[in-house]
């Protein structure tokens, strides 16, 4: 089904990964029990479309869904999506704030991969109305 929440995850401080979870909370401040919960509140949601993973995929790169950083993996189409966009997901309101920055960090899994997603990694948002989001969730723009 596509314009769905395929998965969600947590960067908790003690994990090297990031922890696959069924739901996660969000308010103003991100995502509660997110290590970077009331960090860089422009910066503190990571929304990332499967488009990313076949990307690496296509170009022979093998990752696995969590990998890119995100808390909120979606299957749809965020090609088009600007700053101050506000979408729904599931019964949250977001609005994008920006498109995610090349990291560095994904050299450590494959030295071509932040060129290969320079403009596909994602985007983050910000929350415009707080709740709760759940695998399988409805997309709205």
Known sequence: MKNRVKKLYLSLSEAPKRKEVQTIEIDAHG?????????????????TSIKAYKIAEENGIDISYGDLGENI?????????????????????VEVTQNCTLCNGLTTINSKLPKLLKDDRGIFVKTIISGTIHVSDSIGF
């Open 73 to 93: 993996l979606i299957d749809a189409d965020i090609d088009d999506l600007k700053p101050y966009d506000k979408f729904e997901i599931g019964d949250t309101t």
């Open 31 to 47: 995502v509660i029990d997110d290590k970077f919960y009331n960090k860089e509140l422009n910066r503190s949601i990571l929304v």
